[in-house]
């Protein structure tokens, strides 16, 4: 079992910057990747940015350019670097890990954070 606990969100002014982490515990050494998505109210959650353990990434193309995400495995976090934030960015932005174990038939498995809400104003 992975258990994923999100910090780094708060208020921010437009144009600003936040950094968001990431701490798993538990399994994580079956993790193969990790994320962070976005929900902002009354629309439906995305993919903000991947990362695989190689260090390969992607990022939605609204963010591109202004927001890095990272990963310390040694320290079992993940952290995503917001510059340039956005009013439309406010939303409530949640850690995400893919694993995948190899015993007896072999099963992947997702983990969730509960999220941390990030607000952007003018």
């Known amino acids: 079992q992975v258990q994923l606990v999100e910090s780094g969100g708060g208020l921010v002014q437009a144009g600003g910057s936040l950094r968001l982490s990431c701490v798993g515990s538990g399994s994580t050494e079956n993790i193969y990747a990790m994320g962070w998505y976005r929900q902002a109210p009354g629309k439906q959650r995305e993919l903000v940015a991947h990362i695989w353990n190689s260090g390969m990434t992607n990022y939605a193309d609204s963010v591109k350019g202004r927001f890095t995400i990272s990963r310390d495995t040694a320290k079992n976090t993940v952290y995503l670097q917001m510059n340039s934030l956005q009013l439309k960015g406010s939303a409530v932005y949640s850690c995400?890990?893919?694993?995948?174990?190899?015993?007896?038939?072999?099963?992947?498995?997702?983990?969730w954070g509960q999220g941390t809400k990030v607000t952007a104003s003018s």
């Open positions: 995400h890990a893919e694993g995948f174990v190899a015993a007896g038939l072999g099963y992947d498995f997702e983990s």
